[in-house]
């Protein structure tokens, strides 16, 4: 008997629904310079593009077996158009400036739908989804002395997100759209892209959304030239991103027929950044080095992440203690009424968080085929304000208690401050250095060598971090047993290198390669259930061979 979930090997994965991506891009780009006279510029630029997609995902994580896939149909796109035309002075007086306004609409088309096989399914049909975005712009350099400049920069932004003639379908066992948990005979004998089709299910509702925000953001900042190789720089910049209409979602309630309209937009993100730094060329330019201290203060950081916004009666399969189906005597799964959350991959607004640290970056060629480059960091970045929000990092399991009990919003031992933990994938320090040497063959071409490695501290993959709750949240779970479901990332190194062959007229390559050589386990995402750790991982040790040509 094959076993249903994954084994031991980390990159092993139950994946039920083929994936599938088709994708295909055309855009178009122009620049046009006109010089008014000796002191002033005109610049104008134009950008086109045509994105056209259809795509088949798993989606349920390889561990359900219902098969839970999205699909995105033809039909799914964007286009956009974008404009700038900027006004400039020449570079030799003592003020050098830039003014301007730019642009930018985008309209994106979705039609596709999430199918649960056993359960509710979801077809969006969005014909009009809008970003309109506008922005006057300007940026001065003024020179107070030979050594010392000044800059001053403003702009102003607008942006507008619309969803006009949206519409999302339902389709669900209590309807009688979906065929239910006890035909999957029925579902089997179905045409394969039977739920394609939007005429088939039983209601829909429309999700028209829209959200306009205006920021105004400056920029201050002196550098002065110690010397003809040296100089030393501060600034201080506002930046902002603009808020989001986000999703809606109207679900119905199957024992009621009530309906509850759930929406998940978002606030705008401003941020306010200082930095101090220094810029030093050395040995006739051959060594260039680089260092910055910053400290970066956000308001409502855009938070994106998979949680419960809400919840609904649903009819669904009794489940025992252990999450096993009950079954009745004919050995057919118990359905009943059960209080279920609505999952929904939504943005949250941070309330506050600070990100500061030092970098350091050098670039040499010690000889004329050779070079090095590489950077340190360090880093803090963490929650700075009051956070208070419901702990939603596997519940069940660290306090012990129901799947009700867990998506209770006002269940108070739930009730957490996020307020000092670190922000999610960054590492305290990091470092990475690359080594290349090129040999020249003469008549023979050239041979490219590359040397890399790369290292990154220990970090958290979520904003939870489990490991600092474990004293002050009242979890059930011993602080042993945390380590195998905990966000935290230990450090990690990362080898790779490559030896490259071209010929004297560079037209075509032939490169051999490895990436990962000591074959480091590096988790980008990880998630966990009822104490089952999910994840997605970087690629293991590979290698091969590559070779292209240019014409």
Known sequence: MPNFLPSDNTYQAVVNVPGELNLDITYLRNTFNYDINDQYSLVWLLGYENMERSSAQDSEVGLDPWDGATYFLD???????????????????????????NYFHEKTTTLGYYDNPMDDKAFWDQPDRSTDAFALFGQGTYKLTDKLHATFGYRFSDETKQDKGGRTYRCSNADGCAVGWLNRTDLNNLPADYYEDPAIYASYFANDNKGSWQHHDFRVGLDYDVSAQTMIYTYLASGFKAGGIGDVYEVVNDRTGDVTRFETKFNPEEVLTWELGAKSSFFDNSLNLKAAFFYTDYTDMQYASVGSIGNVERLSVVEDDNGTPVLDENGEPVLDFQNQPVIAYYTQNVPGSTIKGLEFEFDWKPYPNGRITGYITWTDAKITEDWNTKWDYDSEYLFDISYEESIDPENTLLA????????????????????????????????????????????????????????????SVSDEATQY?????????????????????????????????????IQ???????????????????????AGFSF
């Open 75 to 101: 039909g799914t796109g964007a286009e956009s158009f974008s404009t700038e035309v900027q006004l400039q002075s020449d570079e030799y007086g003592d003020f050098i400036w830039i003014v301007g306004a």
């Open 416 to 475: 957490t401050n996020l307020k000092g933990n670190n922000l999610a994938m960054t590492p305290k320090y990091t470092a990475n250095i690359s080594y290349t040497h090129t040999f020249n063959l003469g008549e023979y071409g050239f041979i490219h060598s590359w040397l890399n490695a790369s290292w990154k501290d220990d970090s958290y993959s979520t904003v939870w971090n489990v490991d600092k709750h474990l004293d002050d949240m009242d979890f």
């Open 485 to 521: 479901i905990d966000d935290s990332r230990d450090a990690f190194a990362v080898y790779n290198a490559s030896i490259k062959y071209e010929p004297q007229g560079q037209n075509w390559y032939a490169e051999v390669f490895v990436n990962n050589a000591s074959d480091e386990t």
């Open 524 to 546: 980008y995402w990880n998630n966990t259930s009822k104490g089952v750790p999910k994840g997605s991982f970087g690629m293991p040790r590979y290698y091969g061979v590559r």
